[in-house]
């Protein structure tokens, strides 16, 4: 079965950090782009960034809102995908979700369930 | 930055068509794509590549694009299809955000 599970969602501190992991299963994770997107309670969705596969680098991308604060890494012979997020902000709670990307759709076809994240001041 | 303009909300009585509009204006170099989502599920995506359906997306779900819009069309809309819907698309800028989400638009079905 392809699958995402989310994981390392809870509570923090402003100015604390965490580290979300992405376990994928089912498709060949090595030769996927990942994105991470994150949804505030009743808010849409927010793109994060992504990481490219190692044919392309590992190349990542950040949104403007994360950049310098979070990083995206990920571990092939795992199959996971990480999010570190370091100096979180209140406004960086939200459900934080894993996304594979896909060549075929050019879009994010598989997607995790999400994982909740609360930065408490 | 670069955004993706969709109206906050559509209504629509079972049956009949819907239509969500997504404005931008890299949509003519840009393909769009769609996902629906349901309260407290992950989103799934609909419409690829401005009009293309993924195998199991029912075919009442249509998407097209004309210049800086594109649109999600639900034909013969059923109960089940309520649910918010996101247009999605690249940043062709390249100064931020690799990609780009509209802000939603919450589908009722009356």
């Known amino acids: 079965e392809v699958q995402l599970v989310e994981s390392g969602g809870g509570l923090v501190q402003v100015g604390g950090s965490l580290k979300l992991s992405c376990a994928a299963s089912?498709?060949?994770?090595?030769?996927?782009?990942m994105h991470w997107v994150r949804q505030a309670s009743g808010k849409g969705l927010e793109w994060v960034g992504r990481i490219r596969s190692k044919a392309n680098s590992y190349a990542t991308a950040y949104a403007g809102s994360v950049k310098g604060r979070f990083t995206i890494s990920r571990d092939d012979s795992k199959n996971t995908a990480y999010l570190q997020m370091n100096s979180l902000k209140t406004e960086d709670t939200a459900v934080y979700y894993c996304?594979?990307?896909?060549?075929?759709?050019?879009?994010?076809?598989?997607w995790g369930q999400g994982t909740m994240v609360t930065v408490s001041s | 930055s670069y955004e993706l303009t969709q109206p906050p909300s559509v209504s629509v009585s079972p049956g009949q068509t819907a239509r969500i509009t997504c404005s931008g204006n890299?949509?003519?170099?840009?393909?769009a794509h769609w996902f629906q989502q349901k309260p407290g599920l992950a989103p799934v995506l609909v419409i690829y590549k401005d009009t293309e359906r993924p195998s199991g997306i029912p075919e009442r779900f249509s998407g097209s694009s004309s210049g800086t819009t594109v649109t999600l069309t639900i034909s013969g809309v059923q109960a089940e299809d309520e649910a918010d819907y996101y247009c999605q698309s690249a940043d062709s800028s390249g100064t931020y955000a690799d990609r780009v989400f509209g802000g939603g638009t919450k589908l009722t079905v009356l």
């Open positions: 890299a949509l003519p170099k840009q393909y």
């Open positions: 996304t594979r990307f896909s060549d075929h759709y050019d879009s994010l076809d598989i």
């Open positions: 089912g498709f060949t994770f090595s030769g996927s782009a």
